[in-house]
Each structure stands twice: as structure tokens, then as C-alpha cells.
């Protein structure tokens, strides 16, 4: 008897003698580790059971974009978040974007904020990602301000690449990491220890006198008013 919703049912054993080679076997992070398997218990069929059409649901890890990187990093990602709202923490959103093969977590930061401190606040957050049980799988976090949207690829790398200042990269070392993290050697894999590390792009801009904070150079970085009327106005600029 098995559910009515089931796919497909496979019933056997699994050997205690009988060992076999599993692997090597494409990765979340993208890449086949040639020469690598294992040994694994044997399972033996018995018996198998489905539906008319069945579908077989799996996932070809490799490069992304794929289910790895989708499903999993989704829900990795809204686990964290579900966590974090449970400190008192400004935080806003928190993302893995598809294309970092769930190497990255991003995690936006309310930007009208009380503190100060951002390299504190930084990694208090960095923290408290790698201590709930989504941030177990996330080596790099990178924190940055709410104005960015973790989902736009061209936001972040922009935000990125001009908001880090590489002295304030935090690394923390000795930390676990989960063993199939793609840049790891064999020594950090077989002990699922390696260095963490705490990306703060947060700017000090939110505590800078309003007359020379500095603004996006775009069209959102205009005040809301002149938006709508651009837009209200477009069609009689010609456009």
C-alpha cells in the first residue's frame, strides 16, 4: 500500500555485505570530481510499482541555472530569512542568486536603520546566517542596503563591485563547511572545516548629512514626483 499521489514505488533491500561504486557524479557547484566515489550499500529490487505515465522527477546537478539551484537555493534562501526575522536584526531580504551555484547568500539591510556600526552589524548578520540550519550550506554572504534588489543580477554585481571595500571583508576561520562546496580542497572536504567569509557593501551613506549624500545616477535616483511626471509625460516627449 503506498500514497494514491505516488509516482513511481521502488521496494527492496539494502545489502549489509554488498557494496558498490557510487559516483563520480555532476555537483550543485557545477563541476564532475573525476576519481571521486565511494563506497555504498547495495540496494536490491525487489519490486517496482507506478503509475500510467509516470513522471520521474530528478534533477542533473551541474551548471547553472538548474534545480539545484532554483528549488533548493530558494528555499535555503526563505529559510534563512525566516530565521533572521526572528532577531531583532534590520533585515530586509535574503536571496541566493541562481547563477552562484548556492555559493552566495545575499541579505538586504533596512536602510533607514538605527546603527551605526555597519562592520558591527555586518557580522552580528554574517553570524547569525552560518548559526541557522539553511546557513549551514552558505560559505559567502554578502550584506548590502535595500535600494538593491538580491534577484537582479545587474544590480548586485553592480552594488558589488562599487560598494565592497576589500577591508572590510570578515573571514572567519575554522568554521564548518559543508563538504561539497566546490572550491575546497580534499583536506577541508574530509573535515568539513574551512573559512567563512562576511562580504559588508553596506554604505555609511544613511548617516551622512542629507545635502551631500550621494544618489543613484539613474532614473530611480530621482525624486519620486519627477518620475511620475516623466512618465505621465512620455508620449509628448515623443517616445
Same mark, same amino acid.
Not at 522527477?57 to 541555472?65: F, Q
Not at 526572528?86 to 552562484?100: G, Q
Not at 551605526?116 to 541557522?132: H, K, M, P, Q, W
Not at 534577484?151 to 571583508?169: C, V
Given at each position: 500500500?503506498?500514497?494514491?499521489?505516488? =509516482?513511481?514505488?521502488? =521496494?527492496?533491500?539494502?545489502?549489509?555485505?554488498?557494496? $558498490?561504486?557510487?559516483?563520480?557524479?555532476? =555537483?550543485?557547484?557545477?563541476?564532475?570530481?573525476?576519481?571521486?566515489?565511494?563506497?555504498?550499500?547495495?540496494?536490491?529490487?525487489?519490486?517496482?510499482?507506478?503509475?500510467?505515465?509516470?513522471?520521474?522527477?530528478?534533477?542533473?546537478?551541474?551548471?547553472?541555472?538548474?534545480?539545484?539551484?532554483?528549488?533548493?537555493?530558494? #528555499?535555503?534562501?526563505?529559510?534563512?530569512?525566516?530565521?533572521?526575522?526572528?532577531?531583532?536584526?534590520?533585515?530586509?531580504?535574503?536571496?541566493?542568486?541562481?547563477?552562484?551555484?548556492?555559493?552566495?547568500?545575499?541579505?538586504?539591510? *533596512?536602510? #533607514?536603520?538605527?546603527?551605526?556600526?555597519? #562592520?558591527? $552589524?555586518?557580522?552580528?548578520?554574517?553570524?547569525?546566517?552560518?548559526?541557522?540550519?539553511?546557513?549551514?550550506?552558505?560559505?559567502?554572504?554578502?550584506?548590502?542596503?535595500?535600494?538593491?534588489?538580491?534577484?537582479?543580477?545587474?544590480?548586485?554585481?553592480?552594488?558589488?563591485?562599487?560598494?565592497?571595500?576589500? *577591508?572590510?571583508?570578515?573571514?572567519?576561520?575554522?568554521?564548518?563547511?559543508?563538504? $561539497?562546496?566546490?572550491?575546497?580542497?580534499?583536506?577541508?572536504?574530509?573535515?568539513?572545516?574551512?573559512?567563512?567569509?562576511?562580504?559588508?557593501?553596506?554604505?555609511?551613506?544613511?548617516?551622512?548629512?542629507?545635502?551631500?549624500?550621494?544618489?543613484?545616477?539613474?532614473?530611480?535616483?530621482?525624486?519620486?514626483?519627477?518620475?511620475?511626471?516623466?512618465?505621465?509625460?512620455? =508620449? #509628448?516627449?515623443?517616445?
Amino acid at each position: 500500500l503506498v500514497p494514491a499521489s505516488t =509516482e513511481i514505488v521502488i =521496494e527492496g533491500m539494502v545489502s549489509l555485505q554488498t557494496e $558498490l561504486q557510487e559516483g563520480p557524479m555532476g =555537483e550543485y557547484g557545477g563541476y564532475v570530481w573525476t576519481g571521486r566515489h565511494k563506497q555504498v550499500p547495495c540496494f536490491h529490487v525487489t519490486a517496482m510499482t507506478y503509475r500510467d505515465n509516470p513522471i520521474m522527477p530528478l534533477c542533473v546537478a551541474g551548471v547553472p541555472v538548474e534545480e539545484n539551484h532554483t528549488n533548493w537555493g530558494m #528555499n535555503i534562501a526563505a529559510s534563512i530569512q525566516y530565521s533572521l526575522r526572528k532577531t531583532d536584526l534590520p533585515v530586509k531580504e535574503c536571496f541566493i542568486p541562481m547563477e552562484s551555484a548556492a555559493h552566495w547568500l545575499v541579505v538586504t539591510v *533596512d536602510r #533607514n536603520r538605527s546603527e551605526t556600526d555597519d #562592520n558591527a $552589524l555586518a557580522l552580528e548578520i554574517g553570524r547569525a546566517v552560518f548559526a541557522s540550519r539553511g546557513g549551514s550550506y552558505i560559505p559567502k554572504v554578502i550584506i548590502m542596503d535595500d535600494d538593491i534588489d538580491p534577484g537582479n543580477l545587474s544590480q548586485l554585481i553592480w552594488a558589488f563591485a562599487t560598494r565592497h571595500h576589500p *577591508d572590510r571583508r570578515m573571514a572567519l576561520a575554522d568554521q564548518y563547511m559543508f563538504p $561539497l562546496v566546490a572550491y575546497l580542497s580534499q583536506e577541508e572536504k574530509d573535515a568539513s572545516v574551512s573559512t567563512r567569509v562576511i562580504y559588508n557593501c553596506l554604505t555609511p551613506f544613511h548617516n551622512w548629512p542629507k545635502e551631500v549624500r550621494p544618489v543613484e545616477a539613474s532614473f530611480r535616483g530621482y525624486s519620486k514626483a519627477l518620475q511620475q511626471h516623466v512618465i505621465e509625460n512620455w =508620449e #509628448n516627449y515623443g517616445f
